[in-house]
C-alpha cells in the first residue's frame, strides 16, 4: 500500500489576499500558516498621534520638560480607559481587493482574477525629516538620521536618570521601573562601575576608611557622559566593572549594545549639566537620612565587606556631608521627586505609567518611519545594479513550482531550497565578491590551471534566525570554514514593530571585507533593515553588505534600498506592488513585461505576504 506525502493544512500556492488586510503592515512578518490578518487594528490601541499627526498626550499627564504634573483621571489605574484621536499620519497604502482567490487555487493565474489596486500616499523628505526632529534636539544626530532616513529604536533610546543619597533607594525603584516597563532592551548603568582607579596611597585610605568616594571628583563623569553619549547614538560600549571589595577596577568589563531603555542610576546622576541635557525623564528619590543610614549599615556590612565602625566612621565623615552640600541640591534639576522612595507605591506607579506612555509613542514613531520608507523613490530593477535577481531558467521555474506546491513533501522541500540555496549563494559570489587569479599546477599529469581565488581570507555569514538558518546546510557546502554570526529579530505580535532580542558577530567584522546576511523571506523589509543596521553600527560598510533573500516583495526591497542604496542584494523571487506595472510581454518574455516576475505575483500574493519557508524546512508547520 502507498503512503501518500502529508496534505498541509494550507495551501503555499494560492494568491489570496483579505478584504480586510494591508499587504504593507510590518506585522506580516510574524503571520504564519493561516493566521492572514493584519494587526492594523490595534494601532487604534496605542495612542500615539492626533488627526494633524502631532504626539498624542494621555489626558491627566503634562510632558514638560521641565516637570512632570500628574492630574485627576490619570489616577484612576491601568484599567480606567483613555480617549484619544485615531492615527492619520499613519502611512499605509490601501489594498482592494473583489472576489479573492481561495486557498488552493493556482498561483500562476492571470492578475485579472483578483482586482488589486494601491494608493501610495506621496511621503516627502520634508516629513522624515520633521520625524526624526521629534526624535532628538542634537543637530549632529538629526542630520544623521534624516540622511539615512531610517531610525532604530536604540539611536535614540529613551534615557532616564535617577538620583538620591546613598541607601535612599535607587537602585531598588530602578528595579521597579525595569519590572514595570517590561521591556527586554532597558539597561541600569549605575554610577557604582565608574569609579576612578586608585594609587597605592589612595588604596590604603579606602582600605581604612578614610578616602571619601562621595565626592563628584571620585567618579569619571567624563566616562559616564562618552558611554551614555555612545548608547545614544547607537553605538557599542564597554562598560567596566568596579570591585568594592578590592577598592580598584576588575579586568571583567560589560558590553552594551542596542538598548531601548537606559536607566542612569548614581549619587550624582542629576549633577553634570551635560548627563542632563540627555536625559528625558529626571527622578529624585528624596528619603530621610536616618533612613539611609539604616540601609546603608546593612549593605556595607552583608554586601561589600566592612565592619561596623568603619561603615559609621565613613557616613559621619563623608557621606553625610557630601550629601548636604552636593546630592541634596540636585533635587532642583528632577523633573519629579518621590518622597519616602520604595513606599510611595502610588508616586512610583503613576512614573512607571508616564515612561510606559512614553516608549508606546517612541514605538509608533518607528513604526510610522518604517512605514513610510520606499514610496518616494522610482524603481526599476535595472537601474540598480547592486540588485541581482536569478534569472527564470527552466530549473529555477520547476524548482519554484516544487516549493510553492502545497502537496510537496518535507523531504523534496528541503532538498530543492537547499538546491535553490546553493544557487543563491553561487549568484552572490559571481557578482560581489572579488578574485584574483590562482594558477594551480597538477603534478601526476602535470598541468596548469588558471583559476579564481577569493582575496579576502575569511569567509563571514550572518544568519537571521531562524528564517537565515535554512541557508546553513548549502552554505558549509559552499565554505568549508566559515565564520557565522547570529541576530535574533522579531516582531512584536501587537504593534508589528521589529525587535532586536540577541546579537552574536565576529569581533573583526567590519576589517573581514564582504559579509553574508542571510533571510530566505523578506516581508515588509523591517527585519533586514534593523539587522543591515546592526551591522553598519559595527563598522561594516555598507558596500560590503550582501544581502541574500530567496523571496521578497516589492515594498521590502524598495524599502532596504530606500535606507541603504550601496547594500547588494541577491533576491531569487521578487513580487510586484502593482498589477498596472506588468503590461505588456517584451520578445523573448513570458507572461509580461517583467522578465523577473513571469506569473504576475503581488506582493499581497499568501506566499509573499506570509512566512512559511522556515517552517515546512524545519518542521514546525
Not at 553574508?516 to 523591517?526: C, H
Not at 543596521?533 to 553588505?545: A, P, S, T
Given at each position: 500500500m502507498s503512503s501518500l506525502p502529508k496534505q498541509r493544512r494550507y495551501s503555499r500556492i494560492a494568491p489570496t489576499q483579505s478584504e480586510t488586510s494591508s499587504f504593507i503592515s510590518l506585522t506580516g512578518e510574524t503571520v504564519r500558516g493561516d493566521d492572514d490578518d493584519d494587526d492594523d487594528d490595534n494601532d487604534d490601541k496605542n495612542p500615539a498621534f492626533d488627526e494633524e499627526g502631532k504626539l498624542f498626550r494621555p489626558p491627566g499627564v503634562s510632558h514638560s520638560s521641565s516637570e512632570l504634573r500628574v492630574e485627576g483621571n490619570l489616577a484612576g489605574g491601568a484599567d480606567q480607559p483613555m480617549e484619544y484621536s485615531q492615527s492619520n499620519s499613519i502611512v499605509s497604502p490601501t489594498l482592494g481587493v473583489s472576489d479573492p482567490s481561495k486557498l488552493g487555487q493556482s498561483a500562476f493565474a492571470s492578475p485579472s482574477e483578483s482586482t488589486v489596486s494601491v494608493s501610495s500616499p506621496s511621503i516627502s523628505t520634508t516629513s522624515r525629516v520633521n520625524l526624526v526632529s521629534e526624535y532628538t534636539q542634537d543637530e549632529q544626530l538629526r542630520d544623521k538620521l534624516a540622511h539615512s532616513s531610517y531610525i532604530p529604536p536604540w539611536t535614540a533610546p529613551y534615557i532616564i536618570g535617577i538620583a538620591g543619597n546613598s541607601g535612599s533607594g535607587k537602585t531598588s525603584i530602578s528595579q521597579q521601573i525595569i519590572q514595570g516597563i517590561n521591556q527586554p532592551w532597558t539597561v541600569l548603568l549605575s554610577f557604582d562601575n565608574f569609579y576612578k582607579s586608585l594609587s597605592p596611597e589612595e588604596s590604603r585610605r579606602a582600605f581604612a576608611n578614610e578616602y571619601d568616594f562621595d565626592t563628584p571628583s571620585s567618579l569619571d563623569l567624563d566616562a559616564v557622559v562618552e558611554t551614555v553619549r555612545t548608547l545614544k547614538r547607537g553605538g557599542k560600549s564597554t562598560i567596566p566593572v568596579y570591585s568594592f571589595a578590592k577598592h580598584a577596577r576588575i579586568d571583567k568589563t560589560n558590553t552594551i549594545y542596542g538598548a531601548n531603555v537606559i536607566i542612569v542610576e548614581g549619587l550624582y546622576a542629576l549633577y553634570d549639566p551635560r548627563l542632563l541635557a540627555m536625559m528625558d525623564l529626571k527622578i529624585y528619590v528624596d528619603t530621610d537620612l536616618d533612613i539611609c543610614l539604616s540601609r546603608r549599615l546593612i549593605r556595607d556590612i552583608l554586601y561589600r565587606g566592612r565592619d561596623l565602625n568603619g561603615a559609621i566612621k565613613q557616613w559621619?565623615?563623608?557621606?553625610?556631608?557630601?550629601?548636604?552640600?552636593?546630592?541634596?541640591?540636585?533635587?532642583?534639576?528632577?523633573?519629579?521627586?518621590?518622597?519616602?522612595?520604595?513606599?510611595?507605591?502610588?508616586?512610583?506607579?503613576?512614573?512607571?505609567?508616564?515612561?510606559?506612555?512614553?516608549?508606546?509613542?517612541?514605538?509608533?514613531?518607528?513604526?510610522?518611519?518604517?512605514?513610510?520608507?520606499?514610496?518616494?523613490?522610482?524603481?526599476?530593477?535595472?537601474?540598480?545594479?547592486?540588485?541581482?535577481?536569478?534569472?527564470?531558467?527552466?530549473?529555477?521555474?520547476?524548482?519554484?513550482?516544487?516549493?510553492?506546491?502545497?502537496?510537496?513533501?518535507?523531504?523534496?522541500?528541503?532538498?530543492?531550497?537547499?538546491?535553490?540555496?546553493?544557487?543563491?549563494?553561487?549568484?552572490?559570489?559571481?557578482?560581489?565578491?572579488?578574485?584574483?587569479?590562482?594558477?594551480?599546477?597538477?603534478?601526476?599529469?602535470?598541468?596548469?590551471?588558471?583559476?579564481?581565488?577569493?582575496?579576502?581570507?575569511?569567509?563571514?555569514?550572518?544568519?537571521?534566525?531562524?528564517?537565515?538558518?535554512?541557508?546553513?546546510?548549502?552554505?558549509?557546502?559552499?565554505?568549508?570554514?566559515?565564520?557565522?554570526?547570529?541576530?535574533?529579530?522579531?516582531?512584536?505580535?501587537?504593534?508589528?514593530?521589529?525587535?532586536?532580542?540577541?546579537?552574536?558577530?565576529?569581533?573583526?567584522?567590519?576589517?573581514?571585507?564582504?559579509?553574508?546576511?542571510?533571510?530566505?523571506?523578506?516581508?515588509?523589509?523591517?527585519?533586514?533593515?534593523?539587522?543591515?543596521?546592526?551591522?553598519?553600527?559595527?563598522?561594516?560598510?555598507?558596500?560590503?553588505?550582501i544581502f541574500v533573500s530567496y523571496l521578497s516583495t516589492e515594498i521590502g526591497v524598495r524599502r532596504i534600498l530606500n535606507v541603504f542604496p550601496k547594500v547588494q542584494l541577491v533576491i531569487g523571487k521578487l513580487s510586484s506592488m502593482d498589477a498596472t506595472q506588468f503590461g505588456e510581454a517584451e520578445s523573448g518574455n513570458k507572461g509580461n513585461a517583467l522578465w523577473y516576475n513571469e506569473e504576475s505575483f503581488l506582493d499581497s500574493h499568501w506566499h509573499f505576504r506570509n512566512r512559511f519557508i522556515d517552517s515546512l524546512y524545519f518542521g514546525t508547520d
Open positions: 559621619t565623615t563623608f557621606v553625610k556631608p557630601n550629601a548636604v552640600k552636593y546630592i541634596n541640591p540636585t533635587k532642583e534639576n528632577a523633573d519629579l521627586v518621590i518622597p519616602r522612595g520604595l513606599d510611595n507605591t502610588i508616586a512610583i506607579d503613576l512614573m512607571i505609567k508616564h515612561i510606559k506612555n512614553q516608549l508606546a509613542l517612541k514605538s509608533k514613531k518607528h513604526l510610522q518611519n518604517l512605514k513610510s520608507l520606499g514610496y518616494d523613490i522610482a524603481f526599476k530593477v535595472e537601474s540598480y545594479p547592486n540588485l541581482k535577481i536569478m534569472r527564470p531558467t527552466n530549473q529555477l521555474r520547476g524548482i519554484n513550482a516544487i516549493l510553492f506546491n502545497k502537496n510537496t513533501s518535507r523531504d523534496d522541500f528541503i532538498f530543492y531550497f537547499n538546491r535553490l540555496s546553493g544557487l543563491l549563494i553561487e549568484h552572490a559570489q559571481s557578482n560581489f565578491y572579488d578574485y584574483k587569479p590562482k594558477e594551480v599546477i597538477c603534478f601526476e599529469k602535470p598541468y596548469k590551471y588558471q583559476g579564481l581565488r577569493a582575496q579576502q581570507s575569511q569567509m563571514v555569514a550572518v544568519s537571521i534566525i531562524r528564517s537565515g538558518d535554512c541557508f546553513m546546510t548549502s552554505l558549509k557546502k559552499t565554505f568549508p570554514e566559515l565564520t557565522v554570526g547570529k541576530m535574533l529579530i522579531q516582531s512584536d505580535s501587537s504593534t508589528g514593530e521589529p525587535q532586536l532580542h540577541y546579537e552574536s558577530l565576529p569581533h573583526n567584522i567590519s576589517s573581514i571585507g564582504k559579509i553574508l546576511l542571510l533571510d530566505s523571506q523578506t516581508i515588509s523589509g523591517a527585519g533586514a533593515i534593523m539587522a543591515i543596521q546592526v551591522l553598519v553600527d559595527h563598522k561594516v560598510k555598507q558596500e560590503n553588505i
